[in-house]
């Protein structure tokens, strides 16, 4: 959704072209009206130092993989800066999210509005997501895995055709991995039906 407000466009008329493992994947292309628009934004976010803040890795970096990383992926590539942020935080992310899992609970325990209140916990826990230099933007109300998990049961339910990243057996999504790997693809959803969609070719430094 952010790369769709980034290019001024609603969510719909965006494709992102994702593979990878769970929080561990690349996005490859991003189309709109059949053309992918990802080299031209890898070339504005060169010079938008602020769109590190949404991506988490500097748009030079970007550029030079010619995809956009998940976030998570800044463990894998920048080790040591991830490590020197975890360690110089008060809190384990584990004990964070601990934390706020016991506030939620108590509050709908004592609460009247659930939803209001698994809301706003929604917000504290992706506002908290990552520390030091490498802590983004929350997600707005909608987003996330609510978002996903709607798309799921919406095609799976209704038979609306929809399509959603989700980890998903493999098949022949990404050549190179066996059909019964788990990966994290876009995946398409209708009635009783769903198959993950073909990743075509993809670095070989991906598989590494």
């Known amino acids: 959704k952010v790369i769709a407000q980034f290019l001024n466009k609603k969510e719909e008329e965006v494709f992102t072209d994702y593979f990878g493992l769970n929080h561990f994947g690349w996005i490859k292309g991003v189309y709109v009206d059949g053309e992918d628009v990802l080299p031209s934004i890898l070339e504005l976010i060169k010079d938008l130092p602020d769109f590190e803040r949404i991506t988490r890795f500097p748009g030079e970096f970007s550029a030079l993989i010619k995809m956009l990383p998940n976030p998570y992926l800044c463990y894998y590539y920048f080790k040591e800066e991830a490590t020197k942020d975890l360690l110089r935080a008060e809190r384990t992310r584990g004990e964070i999210v601990e934390e706020m899992n016991a506030k939620l609970f108590h509050s ?13 916990y929604i917000k504290e826990r992706e506002a908290s997501f990552m520390p ?63 198959r993950p969609l073909s990743a075509g070719k993809i670095p070989a430094e991906s598989l590494a």
């Open 132 to 194: 030091g230099r490498l802590k983004g933007i929350a997600l707005a109300e909608g987003e996330g895995y609510i978002d996903v998990a709607l798309k799921v049961i919406k095609g799976l339910a209704k038979g609306d055709a929809e399509v959603a990243i989700v980890n998903t057996r493999n098949l022949t999504a990404i050549s190179g991995l066996e059909e019964d790997n788990v990966v994290e693809v876009p995946t398409l959803f209708r009635k009783d039906f769903l």
């Open 108 to 120: 709908l325990r004592e609460g009247s509005n659930p939803l209001s209140i698994y809301l706003d």
